[in-house]
C-alpha cells in the first residue's frame, strides 16, 4: 500500500495525513511485505535441508522427492480450506463464531508450513528409515513398502490423531488467529499421515519399482560412509539379524 500512496513529505502544523479507503485492506496489502523478499530463499533452504537428510536415510536420489512432492500438495489443500472457512466465512457458526475479514493474516501461512512441514517429515524419516532397512532385508521395492506399511502405519496413524487431537483444542479460543491453527495443523497432519504416506506415497514408490531406490554410485558411496541409520549395516538377504544380549 505505501508503494501505491506517496504521502507529502511536509504537513502543516497540527494536521495528520490519513488512507481512505477499505483499512482491512490497506492492511492485508502491507502486513506480507516482510515475508516476501526472504520468503522463496528460506523455503529453498528447508527443502534442500529435507532433501539431504532424506537422502541420508533412504540412499535414494529420487525418493526423497517422491515423498517431499506429496506433502507439499498436502500443505496447498490445507492452505485452500484456510480460505475457504476463514477468508470467505464458511462454517462461521460451527466454528464458535468468527467474523470474517476476507483475508487471512500473514502469519498463519508461514507458521502452519513450518510446523505441518516438520511434523510430516519426522512421520516421514520413521516410515522411510523403515522402508530402507526392509528393502536391504528383501531386496524387492514392492515387499519393502508392503512390510513398512503394515508394522509402522498404525503408530503414524496414532500418532498423528494423537497429536491433531491436541491442536484441536486451539478451535475453542476466540482469537481467530488461534483458531485457523486448530484448523490448519490437525487438517495438514491427518492427511500427510493417511492420504500422502498411506496412498500417494506407496503407489509412486509402487510405480517407480528399482528405479525408486537409485543412486549414482559417488552418492551411494557417501551414503556408506554419512548415511543414518539405527545401527550398523543391515543384514544382506538372506541374513538374520545378529541380537545382542543386555544386561
Not at 131 to 159: C, F, K, Q
Not at 175 to 191: E, F, N, R, T
Amino acid at each position: 500500500m505505501r508503494s501505491w500512496v506517496r504521502l507529502p513529505q511536509t504537513r502543516p502544523s497540527g494536521k495528520s495525513t490519513r488512507v481512505g479507503g477499505e483499512a482491512v485492506a490497506a492492511e492485508a496489502a502491507d502486513a506480507p511485505h516482510p515475508y516476501r523478499p526472504r520468503a522463496a530463499v528460506g523455503l529453498a533452504k528447508l527443502v534442500i535441508a529435507m532433501l539431504v537428510l532424506l537422502f541420508l536415510v533412504t540412499g535414494s536420489v529420487l525418493l526423497p522427492v517422491v515423498a517431499i512432492v506429496p506433502t507439499l500438495l498436502s500443505l496447498t489443500a490445507t492452505f485452500g480450506a484456510l480460505v475457504w472457512v476463514f477468508q470467505d466465512g464458511h462454517m462461521a457458526g460451527l466454528l464458535g463464531g468468527f467474523t470474517p475479514t476476507g483475508n487471512i493474516a500473514a502469519t498463519i501461512p508461514v507458521m502452519l508450513f513450518g510446523l505441518a512441514f516438520g511434523l510430516a517429515m519426522d512421520y516421514q524419516v520413521f516410515l522411510l528409515s523403515r522402508m530402507r532397512e526392509e528393502y536391504e532385508l528383501t531386496g524387492s521395492p514392492t515387499e519393502a513398502v508392503a512390510r513398512a506399511l503394515e508394522r509402522t502405519g498404525r503408530i503414524v496413524t496414532a500418532a498423528a490423531l494423537a497429536i491433531s487431537i491436541v491442536f484441536r483444542g486451539f478451535v475453542v479460543s476466540d482469537v481467530s488467529l488461534v483458531k485457523a491453527y486448530g484448523i490448519g495443523l490437525p487438517l495438514a497432519v491427518l492427511m500427510d499421515a493417511t492420504l500422502v504416506r498411506g496412498a500417494l506415497l506407496p503407489a509412486a514408490m509402487r510405480l517407480g519399482g528399482r528405479a525408486t531406490w537409485w543412486a549414482p554410485a559417488r552418492l551411494q558411496r557417501v551414503h556408506a560412509r554419512f548415511g543414518l541409520r539405527e545401527e550398523g549395516p543391515a543384514p544382506k538377504k538372506g541374513e538374520d539379524r545378529e541380537l545382542t544380549p543386555t544386561s
